[in-house]
Nanobody, 121 residues
Framework: QVQLVESGGGLVQPGGSLRLSCARS????????MGWYRQAPGKQRELVAT???????NYADSVKGRFTISRDGANNTVYLQMNSLKPEDTAVYYC???????????????WGQGTQVTVSS
C-alpha cells in the first residue's frame, strides 16, 4: 500500500523559511510525478509545485521565485523549500504522487495527510 508522509510544517514569521518533506513508501511499478498542493480555509485545494520523474518542474505563479521543489534520485522523497513566506501562504500543504501500482494499471493520485503551514507575526 502506498503511503505519503509529510513533515516540516509549522509556524513561521513573514519573510521566513520552511522546508517540507514527503516520504513515499510501498511497492509501485512506476511514478510519473510528485508534488505539493495546498488548501487554505474556505478555499479550494490548489497546485503549488510538481516535479516529474525526469526532473521537470512546474510552479504556481504565486510561488515562483520563492519556492523550490526537489526530489531524491529514487523518487521516494520530495521536498518543498519555501522562502520569503507570506501570510497568504498559510494553508494545509498536501503531498501528491501520480503513479502506477502495477504494470498496465492506470495512473492514479495518492495523497498525504497534510501538514499545516502558518505564516504569522
Amino acid at each position: 500500500q502506498v503511503q505519503l508522509v509529510e513533515s516540516g510544517g509549522g509556524l513561521v514569521q513573514p519573510g521566513g523559511s520552511l522546508r517540507l518533506s514527503c516520504a513515499r513508501s510501498g511497492s509501485i511499478f512506476s511514478i510519473y510525478a510528485m508534488g505539493w498542493y495546498r488548501q487554505a480555509p474556505g478555499k479550494q485545494r490548489e497546485l503549488v509545485a510538481t516535479i516529474t520523474s525526469t526532473g521537470s518542474t512546474n510552479y504556481a505563479d504565486s510561488v515562483k521565485g520563492r519556492f523550490t521543489i526537489s526530489r531524491d534520485g529514487a523518487n521516494n522523497t520530495v521536498y518543498l523549500q519555501m522562502n520569503s513566506l507570506k501570510p497568504e501562504d498559510t494553508a494545509v500543504y498536501y503531498c501528491n504522487a501520480n503513479l502506477r501500482l502495477r504494470l498496465g494499471s492506470l495512473l492514479r493520485d495518492y495523497w498525504g495527510q497534510g501538514t499545516q503551514v502558518t505564516v504569522s507575526s
